[in-house]
């Protein structure tokens, strides 16, 4: 009988931490695993058999995720000391022969939650402090919307792709831990965030709300203190042009800045 190439064992060493304000630790784990395997399907072996390489048992890892399919951003965690999806993460890339190592961290930006969870209600409040959303009028018909160029909606349509997932702000060393939501307002907001006021100061409907958003990334913790280190286009996941969108940001601010000068406002 031909023994089975295609299953290999991984060993996954895991940063644990069984509460928000409990010590962490580290727990090694084999996996065996098949071919086209992700990252997430060892997490759930591991959390269907919680036993370390010694023979303890321990608690099934704690980890976040949804779609499984690099749209939600839940399942965003440091695999071998890069931020990154964990659902599109290939264990073949990562990890390729009988024997080798994948360590798996939650992200040191936001809160732990527990394990591999963490918590990112702040990048969630960043979107609510520059208004990211489309105002309307009611639920009643308003007729056709206004024309767009296909230029104008391609450059959209890449920037709508942003799903919140915290890559960007995981590697900017300008975006740190901030557990006091008081101070999350002067804090910097990060680059998704400045690109997403991008987005909707670019569309029709939503520009209606620009003054608000730039006034928003005007002062302290704005697009000034992005250090442009660069850090968030490498990493991002969607390709999302953020270093463009920043220097986009910093024009329009310029002239608004100069326009609300000769107002008076």
Known sequence: MVADTSIRTVRFRIRRQ???????????????????????????WIAANPTTVDGKKTT?????????????GACTMVIN?????????????????????????PMTKFPVVRDLMVDRARLFSSL??????????????????????????????????????????????QYNIEHDESKWETAFIGAHAISQARLFNDHSTGKVLSDDRLEALMGKGGV??????????????????????????????????????????
């Not at 007729?143 to 702000?169: A, I």
């Not at 000034?224 to 940001?249: F, H, R, Y």
């Open 128 to 173: 609510t402090q520059i208004k990211a959303w489309i105002p309307i009028d009611g639920t009643y018909d308003l007729g056709p919307g206004p024309q767009d160029t296909p230029m104008g909606q391609q450059v959209r349509y890449k920037l709508s792709e942003c799903m919140s997932c915290g890559c960007c702000l995981e590697a900017c060393p």
């Open 81 to 105: 000391g890069k931020v990154r999806q964990s659902c599109s993460c290939l264990v073949d890339a990562y990890a390729p022969h009988d024997g080798n190592i994948l360590t798996l961290e």
């Open 18 to 44: 069984d509460a928000p304000d409990g010590p962490p630790r580290w727990e090694l784990f084999d996996v065996p695993v098949a071919t086209g395997a992700n990252v997430i399907s060892c997490l759930q």
């Open 60 to 72: 099934p890892i704690i980890f976040d995720a949804g779609c499984l399919e690099e749209v939600c």
């Open 224 to 265: 000034s203190d992005c250090g442009n280190a660069q850090n968030c286009v490498e990493v991002c996941p969607k390709d999302i042009p953020l270093t463009e969108s920043i220097a986009a940001i910093g024009r329009a601010i310029t002239v608004h800045s100069i326009k609300r000068f000769f107002s008076g406002t």
